[in-house]
């Protein structure tokens, strides 16, 4: 088992290990973990490795909702060893049954939560998060049905993803005024090329107690080691559906930071998730895994290497903000 941390997850009780896994890849197609057998490898890989936290969302899979579904058939027996968090309020195609594209509204918050526990198999989810702003209902209207469900025993904790800076203020606000439970956590695109979550969302995150949740941390990959200028494995999901970020990455940049990597004999997979987990407010990062080996790599890479303030500040050159 990798010597993986644990940090709680902003202002909250809730204890997180510093890699989670995301589970955008379980039922996708052309994946090892389209089906069962493939979920059930990586989860359980991820167990013995001692990671705690798994992040899907209702969405997720070649069919939405079937993340959950192969999930809860994986996690019987072994529930009670995981913090398990997923994601409502984006389109579910009907799955969920006419949501008019209001899916922040307390109608449309307590069809997707019962959707999610069957498909997970489960009574509660530990972190239930709004996966992305409503503009159409009230934040007060979400808080105070996700407060009923905190209530009723069905959710732990709360938290949302791809709010902007404003909006978790909003948010924030909103719960104190009101009395309802604060969300904790936020979950925005953060890695080493996508580095606009500095200016305010990661300061709203930090002035406010959440704990920050990056997604495609590594850039979908690119940030493994395994890619160069003339491309990288064949069955990668850059190398087949997103080969543009392989062409339009900054090679020079990215040349540049596996020299500094090779100079400290640190792969470039550990001084990623090092500088990612450096950063203020970031609790645990969240990377996908089709294959056992992928996550238990990410969570011996976690503690592998201890970067000073200055190795952080170097990294963080090479890829400036306003690059």
Same mark, same amino acid.
């Given at each position: ?44 890989? !991820? ?186 494995? !064949? ?13 339009? !990455? ?36 969240? !990377? ?36």
């Amino acid at each position: 088992m990798a010597n993986i941390e644990y940090r709680t997850l902003g202002d909250s009780g809730l204890i997180v290990s510093t890699i989670g896994l995301g589970c955008n890849n379980f039922g996708r197609a052309g994946t090892a973990t389209e089906t069962q057998e493939g979920t059930d490898a990586v989860i359980g890989a !991820a167990i013995d490795a001692g990671v705690t936290f798994f992040d899907t969302a209702d969405i997720y899979g070649k069919e939405r909702g079937l993340s959950e579904t192969l999930m809860g058939v994986s996690l019987q027996g072994k529930r009670d060893r995981v913090v398990l968090a997923t994601k409502f309020g984006m389109d579910m195609a009907g799955v969920n049954g006419p949501d008019w594209g209001v899916r922040g509204s307390r109608r449309y918050i307590r069809l997707a939560v019962e959707s999610s526990l069957r498909r997970l198999r489960t009574d509660w989810i530990d972190l239930y998060q709004l996966h992305q702003p409503d503009p159409a209902t009230p934040i007060e209207e979400t808080l105070e049905t996700l407060d009923d469900l905190i209530a009723e025993g069905k959710i732990r904790y709360i938290g949302h993803s791809n709010l902007a800076g404003w909006q978790i203020a909003e948010a924030e606000f909103t719960a104190r005024l009101a009395g309802h439970p604060r969300f904790i956590s936020a979950q925005n695109e953060y890695s080493l090329l996508v580095r606009g979550a500095e200016r305010e969302v990661l300061p709203a995150v930090n002035a406010y107690g959440l704990g920050f949740l990056p997604f495609f941390p590594l850039y979908n990959g690119l940030f493994t080691g395994k890619f160069s200028r003339s491309g990288g494995p !064949a069955d990668s999901r850059i190398m087949m559906i997103r080969k543009h970020l392989l062409d339009d !990455a900054p090679w020079d940049a990215i040349e540049r930071y596996q020299a500094f990597c090779d100079e400290r004999g640190v792969s470039m997979l550990e001084a990623t998730f090092a500088w990612l987990l450096a950063q203020p407010g970031l609790t645990s990062v969240i !990377a996908g895994a089709t294959r056992p080996e992928q996550i238990v790599a990410n969570a011996e890479a976690a503690t592998a290497w201890t970067p000073t303030a200055e190795d952080v500040a170097t990294i963080s050159g090479f890829f400036p903000l306003d690059r």
